[in-house]
Each structure stands twice: as structure tokens, then as C-alpha cells.
DNA sequence: CGGCCGTGTGACGATTCTGTTACAGTTTGG
DNA sequence: CCAAACTGTAACAGAATCGTCACACGGCCG
């Protein structure tokens, strides 16, 4: 979809405003798109609704700290796919190590020079734009790009809820392999306890709707659990 | 349910005897098998001793630490690759650094849903497992395919209950040797009482029916039971 | 040769599993 | 603040699967 001859676009979190000036004119002097948000809250509006290719992050913000942000932005399939790198005063060990087990993807500590910081941008985004594992999955019909949280069917465009999504993916990092619904369970709901394993049925017939003509390489294995299948049925 | 014909062993340490009935309690019907140890120094002892495939570990215990008894498993090579699930009471987040510092596997914080126990479990001992013998058969014309619940006579797909192909990876898992009604009963229908030994006949019979060419290697033996043999009948 | 034991075969309820629909509780977005 | 979308459960019907039985067949023994 996106070649890397196009311009990433940036989304700035920080509150304040000396630091998002000197950040977004160093990115935009290295030809970065740069958006900007001051808070928590407004980084997750508009994380999700620009799906910004890299979100520079501040760890000390008002209200929501940076960490919440983060943990927030992972959990959700709209914005769980794009890297994170953290912005902070505190080089302590401990705050670097919480980030990124939370999914942040690197860590500047401040004070940092912007020629550092645009290194470390431009190197994200490397890894990001060469093909990654699970960046985008290609099978018959169907194509899902994991970072734009785009699927298509025949190049028709299909919206898929957040649960659906990750759904699917899970099923297509594994394709032809038989998945149990206790390990889908696992692997898109992550542990929330309580939940029926008859809620993957659920899921998957709104999936299968959905996908459409794709739906018939969904394959129900009786008994065992799903799979998506290359194979006639 | 099932994840490889072995049943894994579990080491659970812990000093409260009414979360260690718990524990081995639900891990039991997970299908488990379950050793126990109230102290650090137990623990290490039957570590060292049972090789179990994986330990859940409760940080507070009395005498040493749980931290403690993490490090002396992971220093020791006969029990340094053993998976660690911690369990603990304090859910802070310097706890859970540190236990993964240490080289627990995973992190299960109190009061934790037998659930969601029994999933991590699962989950870790996949991930174990998954590079583990046994994942596909090739048998003269006949080729299976475990993770992804395939079975193949000269090429051509064959479909095949969950029950028949658990028979028949059964009968594989064992080439040449003949195994008894009972023997197949138990591995198959994992100790389900009161199930004739004619049943297995009929199973064998369905799956003769389906295997169609490949059905003349798998043998009668009469009075005794029913192996896959090599040899021309 | 004939009876007995073990096995193959087909049929038949009973059970389990899955697809589908409906619905209430939440969250999201305007 | 309301409407729409999303999510997890419950309920039900149909289908697939399962375990058992009765009977037929065929070897093995005397």
C-alpha cells in the first residue's frame, strides 16, 4: 500500500510546548509528517483516527501518565501495531525496562539531541517499512495489512470490529493449523478470565459473514477447534 | 484439550495448602499431572530429582524467599531450562521485573482465576512442546499431519473424526507393535470409565473404512489387539 | 465336522458439537 | 446525551459423532 518513498507521518505526544516545537521542526527538517498532542487523551483520539506510523511519547504528561497511554494504544487493535518510542526525564532502569515490556518499541531519554532522536525515528521506521513478520498477510482472496488494520477481500474492503481482527490475524499467523478455542482464547482475549469458550464460535460466524467468498477457506475442525485451510473442502 | 499424547508434569511450591489444592486441583482436570512442595528447600529437592516440565512457584514462602529459589533453579543445569510461573500476592510491577529478571517464564498475580492459571500453563508448555517429536507421521501412503489435523492416503485428503484421528496417531505413535483394546482405550479415551473394548472395534472398523489402500497395513491381532504394520498380510 | 470364541458389519438411539439468532450490557462516536 | 456499534451469553435446532447392540462371518479347537 504505502511505499517508503511516501512521508510517515509522526504523532507527537508531549505537554510541553518547547519540546514539541524543537521535536516537530527537527522531523520536519528530515521530511517527517508531524502531528501533535498534549495529552493523553487526545494521543489516543488521534492515534486512532490518523493510525500515525510512529508515536513519539512523553512519560510525563497530565492526568494519564505515559505508561498508561502506552498500555492503552497496545490494547487496542486500531493502534496496537504501531511503534512506540518513549520520551523521558527519568533514565532510571526500572522505567525503561516497564516500558517496554508494555510494548514500547524504543526509549530516548532526556535531554536528548534531535539529531539522536531522528536516528532513532528514521531506524524505527526501517524496520517497520521492511517487511516485518505479521506485518501483512496475503492468502487467496484475501489481504490484511496489520499495521493499517486494513483487510480486503477480492480488493473490496471489509470492516472488521477490533475482536474480529485480531481474530483473523491469529488464524492467519498459523495458517492450516488446527487453533483450539481455549488457545484463541488466549492469543486475542489474553487471559480475561470468565469468558465462554463459545464466544470464539460467536466471533468466527461474524467473521465469516463478513469475509465473505474468503469464508469458505475458514474450516471448522469438529471437536478440535478452527483453521484457515488452502485446501477444498 | 489435549496438546501432545504426554501428560506434562507440574512442580507446584507453595506453603498455604488450601491454594495448593486449588491449584493441583484444577490443573488435574486440565489433564496434568501435579507434584507438590511446601518450601524453597523441597522445591529445589524435587526439581532436581523429577525434572518436572514446568514449576509454579509462589514468591512468599517461608524460610527463602520465592526469588530466591527462582535464581538457585535457574544457577542449577539439570533444572535451569524449566519453565518458572511465578505466583504472587504482591502485584506490583517491580515484582513481576524482577521474577522476569530472574528467569520466570511467566507471572500469575493473586488471587488468580483457576482459568486463567490453567490457560498460562497451557500456553507455556506449547511453546515447549511445539518443536517436540512427533508432529507428523509418514507411513507408506499414508501421512499425517498433527498440528494441522490432516490426513493424506497417496495424496488424497481423508477426513477424520477427532476420536478416529486420535486412533489412529495412536497406532502410529507405535509402528509394528501391537496394542490391546485396553491399551487404546486408555491413551484414547483418557481414562473415560465404563467404555466397552467393542467400541474400539467399531472405531477401527470407521477408520479402516476411511483409509481406504492404506486400511491393509493396519493389522487384527487376534485375541490380543491391533498395531500398523509394514509387513504384507 | 461342529461348536465356540473373537471379530467385522450395519443399524440405532443418545449425546455432543456447531451454526444461528436474539438480547442485554458496554463502549464509542457524534 | 442519544444512537449506533460492539461484545459476551443464552437458547435452540440441526447435524455430526459416539457408544452399544445384535447378528453374521470365519478361524481354531476338539
Known sequence: MQTSSMKNRILVVDDEPDVLDLVTYNLGQAGFQTDTAADGAEALRKARSNTPDLI????MLPEMDGLEVCKLLRRDAKTSAIPIIMLTARASE?????G?????????PKPFSPRELVLRVKKRLEQSNSAAPGHAYSFGPLQVDVSRHLVTVRG??????????????????????VQSRDQLLRDVWEYETNIDT???????????????????????VRGVGYRFSPEMP
Chains 1, 2 share one sequence.
Open 56 to 59: 513519539l511519547l512523553d512519560l
Open 94 to 98: 526500572i522505567d525503561r525496562i516497564v
Open 100 to 108: 517496554l515490556e508494555l510494548g514500547a518499541a524504543d526509549y530516548v
Open 156 to 177: 473490496r474492503r471489509v470492516d472488521l470490529t477490533a475482536t474480529e481482527f485480531k481474530l483473523l490475524v491469529m488464524l492467519l499467523q498459523r495458517i492450516g493449523h
Open 198 to 220: 463459545r464466544t470464539v464460535d460467536t466471533h468466527i460466524r461474524r467473521l465469516r459473514e463478513k469475509l465473505g467468498v474468503a469464508a469458505k477457506y475458514l474450516d471448522t
